[in-house]
T-cell receptor
Framework: GAVVSQHPSWVICKSGTSVKIECRSL??????MFWYRQFPKQSLMLMAT?????????EQGVEKDKFLINHASLTLSTLTVTSAHPEDSSFYIC???????????FGPGTRLTVT | GQNIDQPTEMTATEGAIVQINCTYQ??????LFWYQQHAGEAPTFLSY????GLEEKGRFSSFLSRSKGYSYLLLKELQMKDSASYLC???????????FGKGNQVVVIP
C-alpha cells in the first residue's frame, strides 16, 4: 500500500522560532498533498492543499505567511510554522493522493509543542 | 460549505455490535469516508461510500443515504483494539478536499 512519512514525529521549540515539518510519499508520486491540524479531542481541520509545482491553496482563516508550504517535488511537501507561538501547539498531519484517486494516504503526524 | 455532525462518545462491550452515525450537509457531495484514529496517531482508512447502500468489509460495514445526508459505520464483534475515535469525512465534488466530523470515541470494555 501507499506509505506516507512525516519528519519529525515530534518537536519542541521555543516561542518565536520556526519549525519545518516534512511530508514524504515513499512509494508513489503525490500530485496533491494536504496539511491538517488537530487540537486535542477535536477533528482534523484542513489547513491547505498543495499541488506539486504550484502555490498552495489555504483554507479560510489560515495565514499563508505564517504557515509556509512548499511542494517542490512529487514526493515531498514541507510545512514551516514561522514565529511559532504556544497556541500553534498541535498535531500536524499530512496526507497525499495522486491523480483523480479518491483516497488520501495519511502520514503518522507531527506533534508540535511550543514553549 | 459543509456541516458534519457526529455524536461524541460511546462505551460498548467486547463482542458487541456498535453503530456510529454521521449526518452531513454539503453543497457538493462526492463520497464519504470513515477513518479510525487511535490517540496520537494518524487516521487509517476504513471505508468509502459514494453510492447509496451498504458496503461490507469484514467486521466493518458502512451505509450511505445521499438523500438523507446520512451515513453509519457498523462495527461487529468488537475487540479491545477497536477502542479508538471514528471519523467520518465528506469529499467535496470538483476537488479532493475532505471535511471531517468531530469523531466518535468508542471505548470497548471487557
Amino acid at each position: 500500500g501507499a506509505v506516507v512519512s512525516q519528519h519529525p514525529s515530534w518537536v519542541i521549540c521555543k516561542s518565536g522560532t520556526s519549525v519545518k515539518i516534512e511530508c514524504r510519499s515513499l512509494d508513489f508520486q503525490a500530485t496533491t498533498m494536504f496539511w491538517y491540524r488537530q487540537f486535542p479531542k477535536q477533528s482534523l481541520m484542513l489547513m491547505a492543499t498543495s499541488n506539486e509545482g504550484s502555490k498552495a491553496t489555504y483554507e479560510q482563516g489560515v495565514e499563508k505567511d505564517k504557515f509556509l508550504i512548499n511542494h517542490a517535488s512529487l514526493t515531498l511537501s514541507t510545512l514551516t510554522v514561522t514565529s511559532a507561538h504556544p497556541e500553534d501547539s498541535s498535531f500536524y498531519i499530512c496526507s497525499a493522493s495522486w491523480g483523480t484517486s479518491y483516497e488520501q494516504y495519511f502520514g503518522p503526524g507531527t506533534r508540535l509543542t511550543v514553549t | 460549505g459543509q456541516n458534519i455532525d457526529q455524536p461524541t462518545e460511546m462505551t460498548a462491550t467486547e463482542g458487541a455490535i456498535v453503530q456510529i452515525n454521521c449526518t452531513y450537509q454539503t453543497s457538493g457531495f462526492n463520497g464519504l469516508f470513515w477513518y479510525q484514529q487511535h490517540a496520537g496517531e494518524a487516521p487509517t482508512f476504513l471505508s468509502y461510500n459514494v453510492l447509496d447502500g451498504l458496503e461490507e468489509k469484514g467486521r466493518f460495514s458502512s451505509f450511505l443515504s445521499r438523500s438523507k445526508g446520512y451515513s453509519y459505520l457498523l462495527l461487529k464483534e468488537l475487540q479491545m483494539k477497536d477502542s479508538a475515535s471514528y471519523l467520518c469525512a465528506v469529499r467535496e465534488s470538483g476537488n479532493n478536499r475532505l471535511a471531517f466530523g468531530k469523531g466518535n470515541q468508542v471505548v470497548v470494555i471487557p
